[in-house]
């Protein structure tokens, strides 16, 4: 069994900060690159950030959350992290992370990813 699961979603006003937490089991995350995908209503899902594995630090962002978004793991603990900081309204989404075992992620391609989460639920509203 592989799983992922997201947890520390919820309901943030604009400007606030948010950090997702993606804890893997049955396998050892270190190999793997993570991503994290986020979907809202009536839009197509879409890729948010993905980082190699390992301790190689080479990360991506999607135009939309560079500079406000960083993606992070702690290979010790088997967790991968999305900081979310400077929220907008139009991040509202349901948030999923996912794992691939290629050790590069330079894109976002779905079938990559064998192993996805649950998802979590992030609102961005006054």
């Known amino acids: 069994q592989l799983q992922l699961v997201e947890s520390g979603g919820g309901l943030v006003q604009p400007g606030g900060s948010l950090r997702l937490s993606c804890a893997a089991s049955?396998?050892?995350?270190?190999?793997?690159?993570i991503a994290w995908f986020r979907q809202a209503p009536g839009k197509e899902r879409e890729g948010v950030s993905c980082?190699?594995?390992?301790?190689?630090?080479?990360?991506n962002y999607a135009d939309s959350v560079k500079g406000r978004f960083t993606i992070s793991r702690d290979n010790a603990k088997n967790t991968a992290y999305l900081q979310m900081n400077s929220l907008k309204p139009e991040d509202t989404a349901v948030y999923y992370c996912?794992?691939?075992?290629?050790?590069?992620?330079?894109?976002?391609?779905?079938?990559?990813?064998?192993?996805w989460g649950q998802g979590t639920q992030v609102t961005v509203s006054s």
């Open positions: 996912a794992a691939s075992p290629r050790f590069f992620c330079g894109s976002f391609y779905e079938p990559d990813f064998g192993s």
């Open positions: 049955g396998f050892t995350l270190d190999g793997y690159s």
């Open positions: 980082i190699s594995a390992r301790s190689s630090g080479i990360a």
